[in-house]
């Protein structure tokens, strides 16, 4: 279902790249952890979609 995957563009938090994710809006609320396209460190990325259906998507390291 390609029409449920929205491109959404978030800074690293580690390296401060901003880089351009795919994000499945089929699941209301996920967390999940992706690498960084440019430092390879591990991102967890927060996702919500609220009952406008507005996208909400929060990085922040792991190891925090």
Known sequence: MLNDLEEC???CPYCGEGICVLVDCSVMEQQ??????VCCAPIEFSV???EDENLH???SRDDE
């Open 9 to 11: 563009e978030v800074q």
């Open 48 to 50: 919500l979609i609220d």
């Open 57 to 59: 998507v929060s990085v």
């Open 32 to 37: 999940y952890i992706e690498d960084c396209q």
